[in-house]
């Protein structure tokens, strides 16, 4: 039996990322978010400038550019999200049957799906208002820019997760966990995610 591992999708402004890293400090485990750029990178030889544009984006139809750089693991003349959607599954499944850990975003919870590891998948949401002050008092943005920032990302990371998933972006019939902190206060949403970890961790070490 594999490695627990926690998968973490979240709508824009929803306080996805500190609840991961919240939650990655309880239990000890690494997350692994931005990271996994780098990590697709040095894997294919890309420059992170090439493809830093490319990351948690699907592949505009009318407008992108092709990959002809990288040694052999790279497929080249491939658009560069789909470069880097392809190497950054190659780590995420490397990862994953190494450690337990938590994958922010990526499409994780697809690119696991067949791997030999126990996965907790988890949403967080929250309602737009939340999510646009929560926007304007960590940037110091105006109502209008934060809502539009909102609504620009999350139309990107659902585009992004349907184009490489074929699954609806939220689907709570494809999450163990979906959490809305609009009603649930973070450190609450973090105690959850390590009490339903823990049961997994029970699951792995049970003869």
């Given at each position: 039996m ?11 402004g929803?306080?996805?990322h500190?609840i ?6 309880a ?9 996994l750029?780098h990590?697709?990178?040095k ?7 090439l493809?830093q544009s490319?990351d ?5 139809p009318?407008?992108f550019?092709?990959v002809?750089?990288?040694?052999y ?8 999200s ?6 950054q599954s ?12 938590i ?7 697809f ?12 949403f967080?949401?929250?309602?737009v ?8 008092e960590?940037?110091?943005l ?17 585009q992004y997760?349907e ?6 972006w ?23 995610i ?7 961790q ?6």
């Amino acid at each position: 039996m594999g490695n627990p591992v926690i998968c973490i999708a979240r709508e824009f402004g929803s306080g996805g990322h500190e609840i991961a890293v919240r939650t990655g400090a309880a239990l000890g485990i690494r997350v692994y978010e931005k990271d996994l750029l780098h990590l697709a990178c040095k894997y294919g030889e890309l420059s992170e400038k090439l493809m830093q544009s490319a990351d948690e984006r699907a592949t505009n139809p009318f407008l992108f550019r092709t990959v002809h750089e990288g040694n052999y693991h790279v497929a080249r003349g491939l658009p560069t999200s789909e470069v880097l959607f392809q190497l950054q599954s190659h780590e995420i499944r490397r990862i994953a049957r190494r450690e337990s850990c938590i994958f922010v975003g990526r499409c994780a919870d697809f690119v696991l799906r067949d791997e030999p590891v126990l996965l907790l998948r988890v949403f967080v949401r929250a309602p737009v208002e939340k999510r646009v002050e929560r926007k304007m008092e960590l940037e110091s943005l105006s109502r209008e820019k934060a809502a539009r920032l909102v609504r620009r990302m999350d139309k990107r990371r659902r585009q992004y997760y349907e184009a490489y998933t074929g699954r609806r972006w939220g689907d709570p019939t494809g999450c163990d966990l979906c959490i809305d902190t609009g009603e649930t206060p973070l450190d609450d949403a973090v105690e959850a995610i390590c009490a339903r970890y823990r049961e997994l961790q029970k699951g792995v070490s049970r003869p």
